[in-house]
C-alpha cells in the first residue's frame, strides 16, 4: 500500500521510483520497473512519507546512536531549535555528507537571551553589540534558524527578525504576542516558559482564549504544540510489548529506564490530558487557519508518536494528524518532501499497518529510505555503538 500524504486514500501495487535522492516516478507495479535496480520489497507493508521531529534538541552525548534511533523511528528530518552553535553545524554537515546514518538536520545555535540564561544552550546577551556578533555567527555557521527565548526585549527582537529574513531564515520563539507583531514566524509550545511578563498562551485550566486563537489564526503562523505525554503513555497501554523493543537500546541507560516504566502516569512528553484544553487549544488553531507541526521536546523518537496519538485523541482526524509529520513541517521548513510525487526528496518509511486506520501504526517501521538511502530498521537497532 501507499500512503502519498497528497489525499487519505490507500493506493495499491505501486512502484516508487526512485533515482540518487529523487523521487522520479510513482506508478503502478510492473516487473519491468526492478530490472537493474535495487528493489526495497514492501509488498507487505504500507509507504509514507518520512516523518518531521519538529521541535528536538540534538544530544552529542548520545553518540551515533541517536541518528540510527530516529531512522528506526522512522524520523528522517530532526529539527533542532537551540544548540551549541558548532555541535549543530557538524550534525548537519554529517548527514549531508553521509559519513554515519542519520535523519536531515535543521539546526541553529544557541537561544538568544538578555543577560542571563537557565540552560546550557543559551547565550546570556550582555549589551547590543554583542547581540550583533552573535547575529553574524548564526550567518557565518549558516544556522537554519534563530530563535528567540524568553527575555530577549521587543527591539532586540525586532531587529531578529529583520536580519534572519533578510539571510533567509526563520526566528522562533515561545511568544505569541508582541511575537506576531514584529514578524517572529513560529510559537513553540502550547505553555511554556515566559519570562517577560506577557499572558500566557494559556490561562487557567489549559484554556486558550479567541484572541490566543485568531493570532495564530490571522497570521497563519507555524504553531508546535508538543502535547506528546498522554500519546505515549497510551501507545505502551495499548501495546505493552513495546517496552521491550530493541530499537530503545539505542539510548543511554535514563531513558531506557524512562521507557521500562511505562506506562505510568508520569508523562515525559508533557502537555497535559490532549482530551482537554491542550487538545482543544490544537485543534481550535488549526482550523482557524495556524499551521499545526508535530515536535515534542524530547529526545526519545517514539514521543513523536505519541504526538500523533495525542492529537487523534483530541480529536483531529487521522489524515490531518499524519500531515503534522510530514506535509506540515515540509512546508514550514521549505523542504521538498512531505509527500510521495515525482520531484520530491526521497523520505519514506515503510510500516506495518494502516495508520489512517490505527494511528499508532506509525511506530512499526520495518524499512526507511532517507534522502534516498536504505535502512533496514532492526538492522539500525542492532548496532548499538
Given at each position: 500500500k501507499l500512503l502519498d500524504m497528497k489525499s487519505?486514500?490507500?493506493?495499491?501495487?505501486?512502484?516508487?521510483?526512485?533515482?540518487?535522492?529523487r523521487i522520479t516516478s510513482v506508478v503502478p507495479h510492473a516487473a519491468g520497473n526492478h530490472l537493474k535496480a535495487q528493489v526495497v520489497d514492501a509488498s507487505d507493508l504500507t509507504v509514507m512519507p518520512g516523518l518531521t521531529e519538529f521541535h528536538s534538541h540534538l544530544q552529542k552525548d548520545f553518540g551515533a546512536a541517536q541518528g540510527r534511533a530516529w531512522l528506526a523511528f522512522g524520523v528522517t528530518t530532526v529539527r533542532s531549535p537551540g544548540n551549541?552553535?558548532?555541535?549543530?553545524v557538524e550534525d548537519r554537515e554529517a548527514n549531508e555528507a553521509g559519513v554515519r546514518p542519520g535523519p536531515r538536520v535543521y539546526g541553529t545555535g544557541y537561544l538568544m537571551e538578555w543577560n542571563r540564561v537557565y540552560y546550557k544552550m543559551g547565550i546570556a546577551i550582555s549589551n547590543v553589540s554583542q547581540f550583533e556578533m552573535e547575529l553574524e555567527r548564526a550567518k557565518v555557521l549558516q544556522h537554519d534558524l534563530i530563535k528567540s527565548y524568553v527575555r530577549l526585549p521587543d527591539i532586540q527582537q525586532r531587529r531578529m527578525v529583520e536580519f534572519a529574513h533578510s539571510i533567509g531564515v526563520p526566528v522562533a520563539t515561545h511568544e505569541i504576542f508582541p511575537a506576531a507583531?514584529?514578524?517572529?514566524?513560529?510559537?513553540?509550545?502550547?505553555?511554556?516558559t515566559s519570562r517577560r511578563g506577557y499572558s500566557p498562551k494559556q490561562a487557567t485550566l489549559q484554556t486558550a482564549y479567541?484572541?490566543?486563537v485568531q493570532?495564530?489564526?490571522?497570521?497563519?503562523?507555524i504553531f508546535c504544540p508538543m502535547i506528546s505525554g498522554f500519546g505515549a503513555r497510551a501507545l505502551f497501554e495499548k501495546d505493552p510489548a513495546l517496552k521491550k523493543d530493541p530499537r530503545f537500546a539505542l539510548y543511554p541507560q535514563w531513558i531506557q529506564r524512562q521507557v521500562a516504566a511505562q506506562p505510568t502516569s508520569a508523562t515525559p512528553g508533557g502537555g497535559g490530558d490532549p482530551r482537554g484544553?491542550?487538545?482543544k487549544m490544537v485543534l481550535d488553531i488549526m482550523k482557524a487557519g495556524g499551521l499545526v507541526v508535530a515536535g515534542t521536546d524530547t529526545p526519545n523518537a517514539i514521543n513523536i508518536h505519541g504526538e500523533l496519538m495525542s492529537y487523534t485523541?483530541?480529536?483531529m482526524p487521522a489524515f490531518d494528524a499524519l500531515k503534522t509529520a510530514t506535509v506540515n513541517p515540509a512546508k514550514a521548513l521549505h523542504l521538498e518532501a512531505g509527500t510521495i510525487e515525482p520531484g520530491k526528496l526521497a523520505d519514506l518509511i515503510a510500516i506495518d499497518g494502516d495508520p489512517l486506520a490505527?494511528?499508532?501504526?506509525?511506530y512499526r517501521v520495518k524499512k526507511v529510505i532517507a534522502n534516498g538511502r536504505v535502512y533496514d530498521a532492526a538492522e539500525l537497532a542492532a548496532q548499538k555503538q
Open positions: 487519505p486514500t490507500l493506493r495499491a501495487n505501486v512502484d516508487v521510483v526512485i533515482t540518487g535522492n551549541t552553535p558548532y555541535e549543530a507583531m514584529v514578524g517572529v514566524d513560529n510559537t513553540e509550545h502550547t505553555a511554556a479567541e484572541d490566543v493570532l495564530f489564526g490571522k497570521s497563519q503562523r484544553g491542550s487538545g485523541m483530541a480529536g490505527t494511528i499508532s501504526s506509525t
